[in-house]
């Protein structure tokens, strides 16, 4: 899903849409590639893929290295 930068005062923001439940995700400054978020709606962690425009997709499950 892509996102939205909305202008609005006093402050301007990106809202976007999480993935998973559609619930709102917003950012207060401009967000940066590869920063990871947390929807407050489902808890999901999702990963910014893109800045221009802005694009989320579920962030990658963390594996554990066993020193391979």
Do not use: K, M
């Not at 990106?14 to 709606?41: H, K, M, N, Y």
């Amino acid at each position: 899903p892509w996102c939205t930068w909305l202008p609005s005062r006093p402050l301007n923001h990106t809202a976007c849409t999480c993935p998973e439940c559609d619930g709102g995700i917003r950012f207060d400054r401009p967000p940066l590639r590869s920063q990871v978020v947390r929807c407050t709606s489902c808890g999901v962690e999702l990963e910014v893929v893109n800045t221009g425009p802005v694009q989320l997709a579920l962030a990658p499950e963390v594996e554990e290295d066993w020193g391979e």
